[in-house]
């Protein structure tokens, strides 16, 4: 893995969970409020990393919010607008990432709120998220990356597909070609788009693009109804977009498609809200 996705992700410190909070629950008077949208983001995927050595403790302080803590942190996915919350962990050789997929009325808006609120519960989250993620996310602003939606699809019923997160770095200056590339995605070539990823059991993909000064990456989130699966039929299959796709795909990528879907192919799901 490249230090472009280092680099990029270093600065992705955004919501990877209250990780294990230690704050009583609001009172009404402390709640924060997430501002009126003006142009909603809806869903986003982002990957955060997580500090060396941390991958225990992280994993842990999730275990904590899905079990005894599960009431506050449903709680304050409530309060900031956070209708689902999916967290993947993935493993590279330059360290592990947290990958998460949020929905609600405006995504953006809940990640202000969540920075600026001086809540209990939130003023601990951000303490820990410092140190599971070495970010200080109370910056607000600074450390929150430029995430805009590339591409999406869906292909009929996703009741009952299972959830999957991938990144992949990008070359650097591929973000511009994946602007261009989103634009025949979305445009002449969806039909066959949305063929290609039915065929292989993705019911859903929504992939982001993350740029930044530093680097760029895409991550990719889908619903399917065997991740595993459709992963490995993605590498090798013979669609004729398929094989489009990624002939474009590895001129934007710094590394092989083959090695990115095996690095991908250890994703473990870790969390998901609500339960």
Not at 114 to 134: A, C, F, I, Q, Y
Not at 142 to 154: D, W
Not at 187 to 208: K, N, S, T
């Amino acid at each position: 893995m490249t230090h472009s996705l280092i680099l990029l992700a270093a600065i992705a410190a955004l919501p990877a969970c209250h990780d294990g909070l230690h704050g009583s629950r609001p009172t009404p008077e402390a709640v924060t409020t997430v501002p009126a949208p003006k142009e909603p983001m809806t869903e986003i995927a982002i990957a955060v990393p997580i500090a060396p050595g941390k991958t225990a403790a992280w994993r842990s302080a999730l275990d904590q919010l899905l079990g005894p803590r599960y009431a506050e942190y449903e709680s304050s996915r409530q309060r900031f607008g956070l209708t689902s919350q999916t967290t993947f962990l993935q493993k590279t050789p330059m360290g592990d990432f947290a990958l998460i997929h949020l929905t609600g009325p405006d995504v953006h808006a809940s990640f202000h709120a969540m920075s600026s609120s001086r809540e209990t519960w939130d003023v601990k989250w951000r303490e820990l998220t410092l140190d599971l993620h070495g970010m200080d996310f109370a910056q607000g602003e600074r450390v929150l990356p430029k995430v805009v939606p590339a591409f999406s699809m869906e292909a009929g019923e996703t009741a009952g597909a299972k959830p999957f997160m991938f990144l992949a770095p990008l070359a650097p200056g591929a973000a511009d070609r994946i602007r261009a590339l989103a634009g025949d995605v979305m445009g002449p070539r969806q039909a066959d788009y949305v063929h290609a990823r039915a065929a292989i059991g993705v019911r859903r993909e929504a992939v982001f693009l993350e740029s930044t000064s530093m680097g760029d990456a895409i991550v990719v989130y889908w619903l399917a109804d065997d991740p595993a699966a459709s992963l490995k039929q993605l590498g090798s299959s013979t669609d004729p977009f398929d094989r489009w796709l990624r002939g474009e795909v590895e001129k934007l990528h710094p590394i092989p498609v083959d090695a990115i879907t095996r690095i991908a192919s250890g994703n473990t799901l870790i969390a998901q809200y609500p339960k």
